[in-house]
C-alpha cells in the first residue's frame, strides 16, 4: 500500500490511518480515511498539512482517489 503524501510503498500495518476533510468538485464536502508513512504523518502534524493540502487540490490526486474508491 502506498503512502497518500509520498507515494512510498509500505505494508499496511506501517501506515498511520488518519481522516481529511476533501473538497469535491461539485462543492460537497467529505471525510475520507487517508494513508500516511510515520515521516509523512509527522512532517503533516508540524505543518499544518501543507503538503496534503497542496496535493488534495491536483487533479491527479483526485484521479487517484476515484481509482482507489475513496470519492
Known sequence: MKCMLCEED???D???TSQAKFSLDDGREKIIDIYL???C????ATTKGA???KKFKSDAFKEQLKEWGII
Open 10 to 12: 509500505f505494508e499496511k
Open 14 to 16: 506501517e501506515l498511520m
Open 37 to 39: 508513512c510515520p515521516d
Open 41 to 44: 504523518l509527522v512532517e503533516t
Open 51 to 53: 503538503k496534503l493540502k
